[in-house]
């Protein structure tokens, strides 16, 4: 029994070694993608600053309900320093508390021109999706952004994620985001979330491809682009219709670029299981869009690792082993929401509460782990199946998350 233990032991000590190293090559690649995100994004502004031709812009917003810190957001694309743009809202219903806000806010910008459109009730699985297209149809210019209700912008945005697509090769501009806590705790942990490990594994996935896929909080196309994949319906029934937008028109032969601007995404307040179901929700889209991708992530977290690395040291009596495992992996979560949530997207408690991304990563990786404990998510107001590519299927009504 005491040998089995022992066996037990240096096998842990064995994966715990593998997971510590695998995610230290991960930090490496993502220190390198921050090196080549901070050289593309100069470059980008200097060639945003040398322009004198803006094309005109149409932005495309859907609203679902009045949302945390609704009228900020919504305000922030009122002021943009941009010569010629205008904005479109589309709402299921004419009674969404949203189109309120957006008409009081409308009424003290005129200067901004600005449509709403009430769609009716989506008839494919992926409302936003279904929300583009119709407003696509009736906007008036060639360059579309899209952007979801619950981002807050500069107004330097536009001059700067519309810059790139200047270039007839490249059909699709995306953007990393900081999370903004506007609740408690369990709010902050998915907000420091998306600022570390999604802005990480972004940058990585830019140094070692290019960029494939697009970030819902803003997507920029021209009508040429977007046409040439079937438009925004094609991606209707896609969980990740922001991932398989990016996709489709990457393989169309047009290059997909990651802009150096970065917007904040309002995090809401939530309970635990609130957040865990969005995180869990999340995962599961990465995990059906892009199978093998998802598997290895289980490989970028730390700290799981660490801990399991110092329980099997103490457990074997490899207890210097285990310290410098465990001690191995904190510093990297350190480093890692020093230079990523810091020194790429400017988030102050990726700075200030450093501790945080520690106890996010042990948090993420147990969402890795759920993702593949079922196929169904809740959105909105209904159950979707997953099914193979990323696709979704309606299953049944459920509660809005």
Aim: with cysteine.
């Amino acid at each position: 029994m005491e040998s089995w233990f022992t066996v037990i032991g240096i096998v842990a000590l064995a994966i715990a070694s593998v997971g510590v190293l695998s995610s230290l090559s991960f930090l490496i690649l993502a220190l390198a993608g921050t090196v080549k995100f901070h050289r593309d994004s100069h470059r980008q502004r200097q060639f945003a600053e040398k322009n004198p031709n803006w094309p005109a812009v149409s932005l495309l917003k859907p609203v679902h309900g009045a949302e945390t810190r609704l009228k900020e957001n919504i305000e922030s694309f009122f002021r943009q320093d941009y010569p010629d743009y205008e904005i479109l809202f589309a709402a299921d219903e004419e009674s969404d508390a949203a189109l309120e806000i957006i008409r009081e806010i409308a009424a003290r910008h005129p200067q901004t021109k600005c449509r709403i459109l009430v769609t009716g009730k989506p008839q494919l699985p992926n409302p936003p999706a279904c929300s583009f297209s119709r407003m696509s149809e009736v906007a008036s210019h060639d360059i579309l952004v899209t952007s979801d209700s619950d981002v807050e912008v500069a107004p330097n945005y536009l001059r700067e994620v519309v810059a790139p697509m200047l270039d007839p090769a490249v059909g699709m501009v995306t953007c990393v985001y900081r999370g903004k806590n506007a609740g408690g705790f369990w709010s902050g942990m998915d907000a420091i979330g998306m600022s570390v490990e999604m802005t990480a594994g972004v940058l990585t996935a830019n140094l070692l491809e290019g960029m494939k896929f697009g970030l819902g909080p803003t997507i920029v196309t021209r009508k040429d682009s977007i046409a040439k994949i079937g438009g925004y319906l094609a991606t209707a029934e896609y969980f990740s219709n922001d991932f398989v937008t990016g996709n489709f028109i990457d393989k169309a032969g047009y290059r997909v670029v990651l802009s150096g601007h970065v917007i904040n995404h309002v995090v809401p307040a939530m309970t635990f299981r609130r957040m865990w179901e969005r995180q869990v929700r999340w995962a599961k889209g990465t995990r059906w869009s892009r199978p093998k991708g998802h598997l290895g992530t289980g490989l970028i977290f730390a700290m799981p690792y660490g801990i399991l690395g110092l329980l099997a040291g103490a457990a074997t009596g490899h207890w210097l082993l285990g310290t410098v495992l465990f001690l191995a992996a904190l510093v990297n979560r350190l480093l890692e929401s020093w230079v990523i949530g810091w020194g790429v997207v400017r988030d102050p408690r990726a700075h200030n509460e450093v501790w945080l991304y520690p106890l996010r990563d042990l948090l993420g990786f147990a969402v890795w782990c759920a993702s593949y404990l079922s196929k169904s998510a809740v959105w909105r107001d209904h159950r979707y199946q997953l099914v193979r590519g990323g696709r979704i299927v309606l299953r049944e009504q459920g509660e809005r998350s």
